[in-house]
């Protein structure tokens, strides 16, 4: 039996080939067709990715082919013997077929089969057999593919704000590019060209203002990310063991940042703050920096050295003017890169600092009427002129005298309750509304210069780890800045 099919299997080859075209035709018309409907669609709406799904569409119309043609419609073995016996055969290969199956029990039978033998052996049913494809499916295909060739044409329906506000957008962000590419190294252009490449098509294929705003946003979020992620690892995990020392969190901050004019000024706070402190904050300061993973050989050198005298009670002069040289030099790198994201992403916010100082505006004006003192001023709820509702509590002002005191961060553990109001009796009955009121629990209250920086720090982290417009960041420190005064 074996051999006999490897005499067909010349012609079966041909008619899995005429089969998985025939499959192929009408899955790729299918695929065609959805695809064609998506990219009308993203001329609309907006779809991410449009090019990636019409390609995985059409690889999965291949896919879909080579499944039915040889798996699920495969060509069988009879088919193969009925198809050369009209080739030719004149019936010998399908009667030798069924003869060899069931095996044959006489000697008329065995010339049968070794006559259908000699004529596959004689006879090319392969080259005789002619392939057939279908035209109404050959037709469909070849339109099909056609339109999503013209789909693609097809321009984009902008609002026109949208198309104003993308043109703006792209011609700050061209405007960045050109100023800082002789800044950088090629490798930091490089990356900087495809954090920037992603966003200005997106901004190109927006279709409303809101769309634009909404990519610019996700955009401003990426670049925070690489931003941090662009600083050395050895200077993120310092600061971060630093981050937890008391009076450590300025240059920690600094270092977690990579600005190296910052690590140089806030290394002479370090400097005091070391000598104010106590045996044991010196004893832990050495066993949080000993459990610091380090991979540059010099910082970790440096890092044993002032471990040492952390425990010795030696001169940390020195070792710091050297840990202070090593930190800059690895702040430093890919300092350019940094500079151009952050220049980029003030670019981007300019509108939205715009709109957010404008919107402020009338909200200020309520929060500044201080007494001169304690700054404590009233809030005002209403209209603002030109930034519709607003809503203000009671602002600190400008100021604060020194003797001031504030409560703790305590007071963020919430004691509740639920007040019940009634209501005026209707047809339906009396109405009862239950509202549910949380109050603070008051902390210890401390000095205002104690908590201050605690309340800083957790405020920009905040703004740091969530999705937030990068430029509120500059607005709230600002506002943190006016509290210092």
Known sequence: MKEFLRLLFPLKRKMMAERFCKWFLIWETVASGVSVAII?????????????????????????AIITAFFVKKVTAKETAITADACGGAERMITTM??????????????AVADGFAKAKEQNFAKQYHMLLPKKWCRLCGMMFVLLVCAGFVPIQKEPEAEVFADAKLEKI?????????????????????????????????????QAEEAIQQAQQEMKALEKKSVSKDLQALAETLQKQSGMEEVAKEMEKGDSKGISAAMQNMMQALQNMSAE??????????????????????LEKLQEALQNGEDLQQILEQLEKVAVGQANQNANLRYGLQKMNQVLAQSALTQNTAQDAGNQSGTENGNGQTGNGNGQTGNGTGNGNGQTGNGRGSGHIESEKIYTRFAAEKADQDVQIQGTDTQMGQTTMTQHHTMGERGESVPYDTVYQQYRNDAMRTLDEQNIPYGMKTLVSDYFSTLER
Request: proline fraction near 0%; hydrophobic fraction near 40%; charge should be negative.
């Open 174 to 210: 061209e405007q960045v590019q050109q100023e800082m590419k002789d800044d950088m190294t090629k490798e930091e252009e490089q990356i900087f060209a495809k954090a920037v490449k992603s966003l200005e098509k997106e901004l190109k294929q927006a279709k409303t203002q809101k």
């Open 40 to 64: 009308l669609l993203s001329k609309f709406y907006r779809i991410d990715g449009v090019f990636v799904v019409c390609v995985s569409l059409l690889l999965c119309g291949f896919l879909a």
């Open 281 to 302: 904050q010196k004893a832990a300061l050495a066993q949080a920096l000993s459990q610091t993973e380090i991979s540059d050989a010099d910082m970790q050198e440096i």
């Open 98 to 111: 069924e003869l060899l199956q069931r095996g044959t029990k006489n000697e008329v039978e065995d010339l």
